[in-house]
């Protein structure tokens, strides 16, 4: 069972515009959320995080919002580049446990 | 910025073989986490060490092993290797254990034929 869902394989956003991915996830017992963004042949790259205390961080032209009632986040990329074109990965944990859990990813593309 | 750094990039073995991933994490960076990326699939954890003790374990087959050395980095050994242990190979790393974000390296291409 997929604990943490992107249910949008891809998104195309034109340049300088809003990127919006979403992410839901299903254990309420996930307290610390991270973004990262994947080229292809690389390592997922961190981006943001989140934990469970807040609704909001911002970090620049990203900021990632949590809904805890609603078990949902989102990642918000203002104004989005070319260079933002990638695979985001939503991920999370809980308290004590190492082990990242990843959703499947959504593949942004973003047209100059 | 140091990153964290595997090697090698890509391997090429046979079934039944064995392979050696080496994993060295960020400078004071104290654990070290394995993941396995099949096509198409999101990363799966293996395995993590803190301070050179094994501190989680995930879908690690019994086929494979790990340990991190004094000097922190770390080793993921896989024996008997099968046609579905084709993946990319992640190891990431942190300063301390849960709460943490974890930095990823490149990857390590692994093909079995």
């Known amino acids: 069972d997929q604990q943490v869902k992107q249910n949008s394989p891809s998104l195309s956003v034109q340049e300088g515009r809003i990127s919006i991915l979403n992410c839901d996830y299903t254990n309420s017992m996930f307290d610390y959320f991270l973004w990262y963004k994947k080229y292809p042949a690389e390592g997922p790259t961190f981006l943001i995080s989140i934990s469970s205390i807040k609704d909001k961080n911002e970090d620049g032209r990203f900021t990632v919002f949590l809904n805890k009632s609603a078990k949902h986040l989102s990642l918000h990329i203002v104004p989005s580049q070319p260079g933002d074109s990638a695979v985001y990965f939503c991920a999370s944990y809980q308290g004590g446990s190492e082990k990242l859990v990843f959703g499947k990813g959504t593949k942004l593309t973003v047209n100059p | 910025a140091a990153g964290v750094i595997q090697s090698p990039r890509h391997l090429i073995k046979e ?99």
């Open chain 2, 15 to 113: 079934k039944r073989e064995t392979a050696t991933l080496k994993c060295y994490p960020i400078p004071r960076h104290d654990t070290v986490y394995w993941y396995q990326q099949g096509p198409g699939q999101d990363p799966q954890f293996l395995i993590s060490f803190y301070e050179k003790m094994q501190s989680d374990k995930g879908s690690i087959p019994d086929r494979f092993s790990a340990q991190q050395f004094s000097d922190y980095h770390s080793e993921l050994n896989m024996s008997s290797l099968e046609l579905g242990d084709s993946a990319l190979y992640f190891c990431a790393s942190s300063p301390g254990s849960s709460g943490h974000e974890q930095y990823f390296g490149p990857g390590t291409r692994l093909t079995v034929t």
